[in-house]
Nanobody, 121 residues
Framework: QLQLVESGGGLVQPGESLRLSCAAS????????MGWYRQAPGKQRELVAT???????NYVDSVKGRFTISRDNAKNMVYLQMNSLKPEDTAVYYC???????????????WGKGTLVTVSS
C-alpha cells in the first residue's frame, strides 16, 4: 500500500524555523511533481510549494523568500524548510505527490494525512 507520511510539525514562535519531511513508501516506479499544501482553520486548502522531478519549483507568493522546497529522488522524499515563520503560517500541512506505481499503471495523485504547524508566541 502506498503511503505519504509527513513529519516535523510542531509549535514554534514567530520568526523561528521548522523543517517538514514527507516520505513516500510502497511500490513506486516514479514520482513526478511533489508538493506541500496547507489548510488553516476555517479556510480552504491552498498550495504552498511544488517541485518537479527535475527540481523546478513553484511557491505561493506569501511564502516566497521564506520557504524552500526540496526533494531526494533516491529516497522518495520531499522537504519544506520554513524560515521566518508567521502566525498566519499556522495550518495543517499536507504532502502531495503524483506517483506512477508500476510501468503499466497511470499516474495517480496521493495525499498524506498532514502535520500541524502552529506559530504562536
Amino acid at each position: 500500500q502506498l503511503q505519504l507520511v509527513e513529519s516535523g510539525g510542531g509549535l514554534v514562535q514567530p520568526g523561528e524555523s521548522l523543517r517538514l519531511s514527507c516520505a513516500a513508501s510502497g511500490s513506486i516506479f516514479s514520482i513526478n511533481v511533489m508538493g506541500w499544501y496547507r489548510q488553516a482553520p476555517g479556510k480552504q486548502r491552498e498550495l504552498v510549494a511544488t517541485i518537479t522531478s527535475g527540481g523546478s519549483t513553484n511557491y505561493v507568493d506569501s511564502v516566497k523568500g521564506r520557504f524552500t522546497i526540496s526533494r531526494d529522488n533516491a529516497k522518495n522524499m520531499v522537504y519544506l524548510q520554513m524560515n521566518s515563520l508567521k502566525p498566519e503560517d499556522t495550518a495543517v500541512y499536507y504532502c502531495n505527490a503524483d506517483i506512477k506505481r508500476y510501468t503499466w499503471t497511470a499516474v495517480l495523485n496521493y495525499w498524506g494525512k498532514g502535520t500541524l504547524v502552529t506559530v504562536s508566541s
